[in-house]
């Protein structure tokens, strides 16, 4: 799909373009706004959600996680992406997988949808979305699924094993897919970088929905910003 995507160079509307100090700076303020809104809806909130409580303290550091998109300039480009990524726009026909549903989150505005990024901001939404895979059973939230209270201990180190996996092997032919595609970080560290940030942004933009939409599901992006935290130190 990026490939596809990033292989056009007649129509300005999606040739490539070159990451630039100024539009990183722009991801960088863009996140830190999100991180901001997110944790004063949290505290907000904490007194009637009381598992909000875990996350208060992890503003600053999501910040200062951000700040390594102003490291220096990446040599990466931006793309039209997805935009909205995950396994509910992926389907198997029997021979072959479909990706559908191309016009972005409804959330965002006509413009913001157009505006080019980074593709590794669709693969940080299908990793999420494996996370969600994983641990809506756990916490009941599966349709035509339940898991005994007891066996929730069991299960939960399995999850956490098939989310590992399945990310994992997910970026390995990811990476391997897109090596050739001009698109990614030339660098060594910089593709985790960005796939870093857009995790931990994507996961904050889950909390505030679950916040607003579906308290019960608020453990799933607590659980996904406090493991993102944990692996970066």
């Known amino acids: 799909m990026h490939r596809a995507l990033g ?14 100090m100024l539009y990183q700076r722009s991801m960088y303020q863009s996140m830190r706004a999100l991180a901001k809104r997110t944790f004063q809806l949290a505290r907000a909130h904490a ?8 996350v208060l303290d992890y503003e600053g550091e999501v910040i200062e996680r951000y700040k390594g998109l102003l ?3 990446m040599d990466a480009r931006r793309i039209r992406a997805h935009g ?10 029997g021979k072959d997988f479909m990706i559908i549903d191309f016009e ?10 157009r505006i080019k990024r980074s593709p590794l901001r669709d693969v940080a939404g299908m990793i999420r979305s494996f996370h969600y895979a994983a641990f809506s059973g756990l916490i009941g939230q599966t349709s035509g699924f339940s898991l005994r209270p007891e066996d929730r201990a069991a299960m939960e180190p399995w999850l956490g094993v098939w989310y590992r996996w399945v990310s994992a092997a997910f970026l390995a032919e990811y990476w391997d897919a897109s090596a050739d595609g001009g698109f990614l970080p030339g660098g060594r560290d ?8 857009f995790l931990l942004e994507k996961a904050l933009y889950e909390l505030s929905y679950e916040i607003n939409n579906r308290p019960d599901w608020i453990d799933i992006p607590l659980r996904g910003i406090h493991e993102l935290l944990e692996a970066g130190d």
């Open 190 to 197: 910089e593709p985790q970088v960005l796939l870093d940030v």
């Open 47 to 54: 007194k009637d959600i009381p598992a909000l409580a875990e």
């Open 104 to 113: 972005g989150e409804p959330a965002r505005s006509l413009g913001e949808r």
């Open 84 to 93: 909205d990524y995950h396994l509910g726009q992926v389907l198997w026909t």
């Open 7 to 20: 292989a056009e160079e007649d129509d300005e509307a999606f040739t490539p373009e070159l990451f630039s």
């Open 71 to 73: 490291a220096g300039k």
